[in-house]
């Protein structure tokens, strides 16, 4: 039906519209397993049968067949794994995980094996990070005269249909992640008026676990353990909803939270309200970044995901959805770590897409420096870290 639609995008949207909220808004929640089963099912399927044209798993197993396996390994270090450097790299910054590590000449150099912070990616397959010994085994072309990704080219259909869809998602991504309380619904994801609203509390560095509790205990009626729960979720994602109601309910509890924690440090604790139908929207981008990663594993996808990302928008006052993210990294809580993620496995494996992101992040340089001065969270998860794997390499 969507492909036949006059208008795809409205139609998408408009399925977003119903099924989203009828999977994140509910007033009980599901247990991740349900959750998933769920978002697979009535989500994710019906988007990869629209991708593919046919069933996703015939799809995929054509592009398999079609595919070489990339010459860049591109691993995305998660915190604490190891990672091995050597004396061959061009710089420090220059790393591999175990696997290729264990597959290259390295392993009988000089080396030195460190925990990862979180956010890199394995530099094996790049020309430009080594003196020598490029690729281990598994990564080796048989010949290392340029850097080249995996040939894996789309049928002209399919990189068009591709890009249609990327184009509405990674909008909606976008749209749903730099997301403020004062931001209009496009018209195809408009909510029923349904009077259910959360009050959204956010992670800081400025207030301890123990102010948060105590917060949380006056303002929302919550116990000790309750509290806990929330502060504890809050610390590992980055925001949870502490209350859900009507829009007057969780207005006084935003009042009663931003006045009970200013006396505890000179700054209140950030809180917002958001419709029940954009926090369910906002749930399923976060898991549509995941997705775009599965699905860009494929260069043919990759290039269409990168060619959207850096379109030139419309309004020429408008930057292009990458930057748009970018640029609001600073306040977009633990969700950048998603937008991270999605850089390193899309602008940064393809030479071309690496070069226009390369200058998208130096024209924002100067205001993604402030918005890190001003943000209270460390340089490993600021985008700023970004700058070594971009002003290291010769060639940018």
Not at 9 to 24: D, G, S
Not at 98 to 127: E, I, L, N, P, W
């Given at each position: 039906?969507?492909?036949?639609?006059?208008?795809?995008?409205?139609?998408?949207?408009?399925?977003?519209?119903?099924?989203?909220?009828?999977i994140?808004c509910?007033?009980?929640?599901?247990?991740?397993?349900?959750?998933?089963?769920?978002?697979?099912?009535?989500?994710?399927?019906?988007?990869?049968?629209?991708?593919?044209?046919?069933?996703?798993?015939?799809?995929?197993?054509?592009?398999?067949?079609?595919?070489?396996?990339?010459?860049?390994?591109?691993?995305?270090?998660?915190?604490?794994?190891?990672?091995?450097?050597?004396?061959?790299?061009?710089?420090?910054?220059?790393?591999?995980?175990?696997?290729?590590?264990?597959?290259?000449?390295?392993?009988?150099?000089?080396?030195?094996?460190?925990?990862?912070?979180?956010?890199?990616?394995?530099d094996?397959?790049?020309?430009?990070a080594?003196?020598?010994?490029?690729?281990?085994?598994?990564?080796?072309?048989?010949?290392?005269?340029?850097?080249?990704?995996?040939?894996?080219?789309?049928?002209?259909?399919?990189?068009?249909?591709?890009?249609?869809?990327?184009?509405?998602?990674?909008?909606?991504?976008?749209?749903?992640?730099?997301?403020?309380?004062?931001?209009?619904?496009?018209?195809?994801?408009?909510?029923?008026?349904?009077?259910?609203?959360?009050?959204?509390?956010?992670?800081?560095?400025?207030h301890?676990?123990?102010?948060?509790?105590?917060?949380?205990?006056r303002?929302?009626?919550?116990?000790?353990?309750?509290?806990?729960?929330?502060?504890?979720?809050?610390?590992?994602e980055?925001?949870?909803?502490?209350?859900?109601?009507?829009?007057?309910?969780?207005?006084?509890?935003?009042?009663?939270?931003?006045?009970?924690?200013?006396?505890?440090?000179?700054?209140?604790?950030?809180?917002?309200?958001?419709?029940?139908?954009?926090?369910?929207?906002?749930?399923?981008?976060?898991?549509?970044?995941?997705?775009?990663?599965?699905?860009?594993?494929?260069?043919?996808?990759?290039?269409?995901?990168?060619?959207?990302?850096?379109?030139?928008?419309a309004?020429?006052?408008?930057?292009?959805?990458?930057?748009?993210?970018?640029?609001?990294?600073?306040?977009?809580?633990?969700?950048?770590?998603?937008?991270?993620e999605?850089?390193?496995?899309?602008?940064?494996?393809?030479?071309?897409?690496?070069?226009?992101?390369?200058?998208?992040?130096?024209?924002?340089?100067?205001?993604?420096?402030?918005?890190?001065?001003?943000?209270?969270?460390?340089?490993?998860?600021?985008?700023?870290?970004?700058?070594?794997?971009?002003?290291?390499?010769?060639?940018?």
């Amino acid at each position: 039906e969507w492909q036949e639609a006059a208008d795809s995008r409205a139609e998408l949207l408009r399925h977003l519209k119903e099924q989203v909220p009828r999977i994140f808004c509910l007033k009980k929640e599901l247990s991740p397993q349900d959750e998933e089963e769920l978002v697979q099912s009535h989500l994710l399927h019906p988007l990869e049968c629209f991708l593919f044209g046919e069933h996703p798993q015939e799809g995929l197993q054509k592009l398999q067949q079609g595919s070489s396996s990339s010459q860049l390994c591109g691993r995305v270090f998660k915190e604490g794994e190891t990672v091995y450097s050597c004396d061959c790299a061009i710089d420090p910054t220059c790393v591999l995980c175990m696997d290729c590590f264990q597959d290259s000449v390295h392993k009988t150099h000089r080396y030195k094996m460190h925990a990862s912070s979180g956010g890199g990616f394995c530099d094996c397959g790049d020309v430009e990070a080594w003196k020598i010994g490029p690729y281990c085994s598994k990564h080796d072309p048989g010949a290392t005269t340029a850097m080249v990704t995996d040939d894996c080219v789309l049928e002209p259909e399919l990189y068009e249909r591709a890009e249609r869809l990327f184009r509405v998602l990674l909008r909606y991504v976008t749209d749903f992640l730099v997301w403020e309380e004062n931001f209009e619904l496009p018209s195809e994801l408009q909510p029923t008026k349904e009077n259910a609203y959360y009050c959204v509390l956010y992670n800081d560095e400025h207030h301890s676990y123990d102010h948060v509790i105590y917060t949380l205990q006056r303002s929302v009626n919550c116990d000790h353990n309750e509290a806990h729960t929330y502060t504890a979720l809050i610390d590992k994602e980055g925001r949870r909803a502490v209350k859900r109601g009507t829009l007057h309910s969780c207005e006084q509890a935003k009042d009663l939270i931003r006045s009970n924690s200013e006396h505890i440090s000179l700054q209140p604790l950030r809180v917002e309200i958001l419709h029940a139908a954009i926090m369910a929207h906002q749930t399923f981008a976060l898991r549509l970044g995941s997705w775009f990663q599965k699905i860009i594993g494929y260069s043919g996808f990759r290039q269409a995901f990168c060619q959207v990302a850096l379109e030139p928008s419309a309004d020429s006052d408008t930057p292009c959805l990458i930057s748009r993210l970018m640029l609001h990294d600073a306040r977009m809580y633990k969700a950048r770590k998603i937008v991270h993620e999605l850089i390193f496995c899309s602008m940064l494996m393809e030479t071309e897409f690496k070069r226009l992101f390369a200058i998208e992040f130096t024209k924002h340089y100067k205001q993604l420096q402030k918005d890190f001065i001003n943000d209270d969270h460390e340089r490993s998860i600021s985008i700023t870290a970004l700058s070594v794997q971009i002003f290291t390499v010769p060639t940018l």
